[in-house]
């Protein structure tokens, strides 16, 4: 990540950011006057911000309607926990032991989730528990698959807005995610794995469930 971002750059940041943290659900308009006036910036501007947001599966333009927060679709759910599969237990493998730093970063968004989760703000417990995951990926050292994978949270998140029982859907991850949080800790590199296989197993399955009852 460049130490000095353009405007563009910026203000796509702060988009995602919004969409990671459930402040801009599916089907919400991202109306051009509204962002220059918010961000200051020329229309010119804004519209290259979108225009990347679109480019990372994040917003849509819709005739007559003009840029929107996408909904996505059953087979690119599929495809993002082929993604999640391929990067989380890749990260997970080829880790060294955790270093102190990296385990405060991972203790501190599991405090986060459950400071979330005992005031059952169940939109933060989703935001906290994608950030957890971010930090598994954070393993592999690598600034392009962090991006990357900030792209594969925000279009997560989308699809978990599409739940109509946030609570009963949200509230199983957190023990599991501390439990993989505890194996790595203790770098059982084998055990992690296979919470994390399973983990992502069930997320799927009831992800795309979410696409059975409309």
Request: aromatic share 2%.
């Given at each position: 990540m460049p130490a000095?971002?353009?405007?563009?750059?910026?203000?796509?940041?702060?988009?995602?950011a919004d969409i990671i943290g459930g402040r801009l659900l599916p089907g919400m308009a991202l109306v051009e006057a509204?962002?220059?006036?918010s961000y200051n910036a020329s229309r010119n501007t804004i519209r290259e911000a979108l225009h990347r947001?679109?480019?990372?599966?994040?917003?849509?333009?819709?005739?007559?309607?003009?840029?929107?927060?996408?909904?996505?679709?059953?087979d690119e759910v599929r495809d993002l926990f082929v993604v999640r599969r391929t990067l989380e237990l890749q990260a997970i493998a080829q880790s060294a032991a955790l270093t102190q730093e990296q385990s405060e970063r991972m203790q501190d968004v599991i405090d986060a989730t459950t400071l979330a989760h005992e005031r059952e703000d169940w939109r933060s417990v989703a935001t906290h528990s994608l950030l957890f995951h971010q930090q598994i990926v954070a393993l592999l050292q690598s600034p392009l698959f962090n991006e990357f994978f900030a792209q594969i949270i925000a279009q997560l998140r989308l699809v978990f807005c599409a739940a109509p029982d946030e609570q009963g859907f949200q509230a199983p991850w957190l023990e599991r995610d501390r439990e993989i949080y505890r194996l790595l800790t203790n770098n059982d590199k084998p055990a992690a794995s296979e919470a994390m296989s399973l983990y992502l197993d069930d997320s799927e399955h009831l992800s795309l469930a979410l696409f059975d009852h409309p």
């Open positions: 000095t971002l353009s405007l563009t750059d910026q203000i796509a940041l702060e988009l995602r509204e962002l220059v006036k947001l679109g480019q990372e599966g994040l917003t849509r333009y819709v005739r007559n309607k003009g840029v929107m927060v996408r909904r996505l679709e059953r």
